[in-house]
């Protein structure tokens, strides 16, 4: 699947860079009717003349059948979302001061993981990356990049501490990253829920004190 991999990747660019060449669409559309890959899309390729497929309906066509096949860009073709996920590193490093980690945390590209993904290391050299990393296909949108780096940092930092935080002063319950109302929060489930603080200005809401994991587990 190598020659489809690089015809999607083509394709891909073509998109984003707007010079979309047809051949690579029929191309691409044949290969992966090589691989039985018979959706409407690929078929449409297949069978019209390009010279009939108009540039809109091309460009149309090519969307399809990127969908079909659940291409996905990456960190790679797509550096924005690479971009997103530090402007949300930024945010979450302001709550990091709390738990009493200090310095400027990185990003850092995982090229070992497949599906190549994201995780965080420290100032101090420690790499967090506990449950697996942040994919590229979180990072479209800076709210829930936001949201889902938080969790990998909590859950990290859990695993290594045994030490549950964010945590909610008024319940004593460990707090999650979550979205809410198209916003990235640290989230209570106490009293049938609430926020504790927007991700990134926990130090306004009792600091987001420890708890040990036993309470933690009591708190599930």
Same mark, same amino acid.
């Given at each position: 699947?190598?020659?489809?991999?690089?015809?999607?990747?083509? #394709?891909y660019l073509?998109?984003?860079?707007?010079?979309?060449? &047809?051949?690579?669409?029929?191309?691409?559309?044949?290969?992966?009717?090589?691989?039985? $890959?018979?959706?409407?899309?690929?078929?449409?390729?297949?069978?019209?003349?390009?010279?009939? #497929?108009?540039?809109?309906?091309?460009?149309?066509?090519?969307?399809?059948?990127?969908?079909?096949?659940?291409?996905?860009?990456?960190?790679?073709?797509?550096?924005?979302?690479?971009?997103?996920?530090?402007?949300?590193?930024?945010?979450?490093?302001?709550?990091?001061?709390?738990?009493?980690?200090?310095?400027?945390?990185?990003?850092?590209?995982?090229?070992?993981?497949? &599906?190549?993904?994201?995780?965080? +290391?420290?100032?101090?050299?420690?790499?967090?990356?506990?449950?697996?990393? #942040?994919?590229?296909?979180?990072?479209?949108?800076?709210?829930?990049?936001?949201?889902?780096?938080?969790?990998l940092i909590?859950?990290?930092?859990?695993?290594?501490?045994?030490?549950?935080?964010?945590?909610? &002063?008024? $319940?004593?319950?460990?707090?999650?990253?979550?979205?809410?109302?198209?916003?990235? #929060?640290?989230?209570?489930?106490?009293?049938?829920?609430?926020?504790?603080?927007?991700?990134?200005?926990?130090?306004?809401?009792? +600091?987001? +004190?420890?708890?040990?994991?036993?309470?933690?587990?009591?708190?599930?």
């Amino acid at each position: 699947m190598s020659d489809t991999a690089e015809l999607a990747r083509k #394709v891909y660019l073509g998109l984003r860079e707007d010079n979309l060449d &047809p051949q690579d669409v029929v191309a691409l559309a044949c290969e992966l009717l090589d691989w039985s $890959h018979r959706t409407e899309a690929v078929l449409e390729v297949v069978e019209r003349n390009p010279a009939d #497929v108009s540039p809109a309906e091309m460009t149309a066509l090519a969307r399809r059948i990127l969908d079909d096949v659940d291409f996905d860009p990456g960190f790679d073709l797509a550096p924005e979302r690479l971009e997103t996920l530090r402007a949300a590193l930024r945010i979450v490093a302001r709550d990091l001061a709390t738990r009493e980690i200090q310095g400027e945390p990185e990003i850092e590209v995982l090229e070992d993981w497949f &599906p190549v993904g994201a995780g965080v +290391r420290l100032a101090n050299g420690e790499r967090l990356g506990w449950g697996g990393p #942040v994919l590229p296909s979180m990072c479209d949108e800076p709210t829930t990049a936001l949201a889902n780096l938080a969790i990998l940092i909590q859950e990290s930092l859990l695993e290594r501490t045994w030490r549950v935080w964010p945590v909610c &002063p008024r $319940h004593d319950l460990g707090t999650h990253g979550s979205e809410r109302d198209g916003a990235a #929060v640290w989230w209570c489930a106490g009293d049938g829920g609430h926020t504790l603080a927007p991700i990134g200005e926990l130090s306004g809401a009792g +600091r987001g +004190r420890d708890a040990d994991t036993a309470n933690h587990r009591r708190s599930r």
